[in-house]
């Protein structure tokens, strides 16, 4: 039985791409590590970001050749994609991978399968994994009726899906590429890690 990631939302709006992802992984049916598995990344010296859902030793290993192929054509995004899914259709890589993975640079944003297929949205809003569906569905409704950006946007409906989908947690990790990098590190959702370090800073100061 195979450890598996579960949801990714992203979305692509005004110049600027978030990936976000919940915390959780499953074995089977039931949970395990639902607060510190870390299912979103930055690779090529921060200039793409990603998320995967499915097997998480396949999704290590899709993550690693993908990252070959960036290294190998100098980062571009969709001509790394495209090859890497030659590679799979051609069976140059041998068996099919169980994962799928989400990627973006400053200016494409991609769905990547272990059995060779490549997605670029129309809409600029995809979501993969087992809340993937209500993920997808919460972000075109904030997309197309609020004004939020598209950080917030993956955030909120990643965090709506969590309280659909017994397989996604509210531990939601963000990374953010184009328009300046506005996240350069992954932000944790609000009231999480984050905001309990803050906490504990304010009070040591007290203290002192």
Do not use: H
């Amino acid at each position: 039985m195979e450890f598996r990631g579960t949801t990714i939302c992203a979305v692509k709006k005004n110049g600027v791409t978030a990936i976000a992802g919940d915390g959780q992984v499953t074995m089977g049916e039931s949970v395990i590590f639902i607060f510190i598995a870390v299912k979103v990344r930055r690779i090529f010296g921060g200039k793409v970001i990603l998320g995967f859902a499915g097997s998480v030793t396949d999704a290590f290993a899709l993550t690693e050749r993908f990252e070959g192929m960036l290294n190998k054509f100098g980062g571009n995004l969709m001509r790394s994609a495209v090859e890497l899914a030659e590679l799979w259709r051609s069976d140059k890589i041998g068996r099919k991978l169980d994962a799928m993975m989400i990627t973006a640079d400053e200016n494409t944003l991609l769905i990547l399968s272990g059995t060779g297929e490549v997605i670029e949205p129309d809409d600029g809003v995809c979501a993969i994994g087992s809340g993937g569906n209500y993920a997808l569905a919460a972000a075109r409704a904030l997309y197309q009726e609020t004004d939020y950006d598209a950080e917030t946007i993956a955030k909120k409906a990643l965090k709506i899906a969590s309280e659909i989908c017994v397989f996604t947690n509210g531990n939601i990790r963000c990374e953010v590429v184009g328009a300046g990098d506005e996240s350069a590190q992954a932000k944790p959702a609000a009231g999480g890690a984050g905001a309990a370090k803050k906490t504990r800073k304010k009070a040591d100061k007290e203290e002192e």
